[in-house]
């Protein structure tokens, strides 16, 4: 029994450093154009790249209008195309029509290739 304990004392320092790498294989938003909180002209096009590949068909966002001068409604989904990098870690936005100033918000959702889900948001002022 004692040559047991020096073997299972292994094991489960083993499964100690191992599980947080595990839970790290989630995607992570790593960085952001135009980035969050940030303030400018309109971009092109909104990117955004995470720490592990996505799974594509189950991934997206949304980009919102939230606030603009002598806006009395609410939020307004603004139409997009996304497309993703052939890495499947990048993923970019691209408006239909050129961002006008105002507030604007991405609430992005994604999966990656270990299917675990994310989601976040970010913002920004066009000026």
Do not use: N
């Not at 094991?11 to 599980?19: D, E, I, N, V």
């Not at 970019?92 to 299917?115: E, K, N």
């Amino acid at each position: 029994m004692s040559a047991r304990r020096p073997i299972l004392s292994t094991l489960f320092a083993c499964a100690g450093l191992l599980a947080p790498m595990v839970v790290s294989a989630h995607a992570h938003l790593l960085v952001a154009s135009p980035a969050d909180h940030s303030r400018g002209p309109a971009p092109a096009h909104i990117d955004m790249s995470f720490s592990e590949a996505l799974l594509t068909p189950v991934s997206g966002a949304e980009l919102i209008l939230t606030a603009m001068p002598g806006m009395s409604m609410g939020p307004v989904t603004v139409p997009v195309k996304t497309s993703f990098a052939d890495d499947a870690k990048s993923m970019s936005l691209i408006p239909a029509r050129p961002l006008i100033p105002g507030s604007y918000r991405v609430d992005w959702h994604v999966v990656s290739v270990d299917t675990h889900p994310r989601k976040g948001s970010l913002s920004f002022q066009v000026q």
